[in-house]
């Protein structure tokens, strides 16, 4: 199974940006879709980007126009592109393999507060 392994969250203020990494063990070229999904306190958690590695992509509405996501198999690294965050955006951050039923990371903090 894929190992993941976040990182990149922190406290941010409204409207800033953050970029956020993840590093997958053996390898991210063998997922053909690649995501990052969010979990906020007391809410179930959603998948809010997908990235196949044929370069498209995939937004959720709530998302769509402020955040990017990215991949670089040679690198063995999925990015996400966070702008404009609101404070709805605060929620621990996840990659995974969309809909797998593989383990999940731990996982990075992201607080947008002002």
């Known amino acids: 199974q894929v190992q993941f392994v976040e990182s990149g969250g922190g406290l941010v203020q409204p409207g800033g940006s953050l970029t956020l990494s993840c590093t997958a063990s053996?390898?991210?070229?063998?997922?053909?879709?690649a995501a990052w999904a969010r979990q906020a306190p007391g809410k179930q958690r959603e998948y809010i980007a997908r990235a196949s590695k044929y370069g498209s992509t995939l937004y959720a509405e709530s998302v769509k126009g402020r955040f990017t996501i990215s991949r670089d198999d040679a690198k063995n690294t999925l990015y996400l592109q966070m702008n404009n965050l609101k404070t709805e955006d605060t929620a621990t951050y996840y990659c995974?393999?969309?809909?797998?039923?593989?383990?999940w990371g731990q996982g990075t903090q992201v607080t947008v507060s002002s």
């Open positions: 995974h393999e969309y809909n797998s039923c593989g383990n």
């Open positions: 053996p390898n991210i070229a063998s997922i053909d879709l």
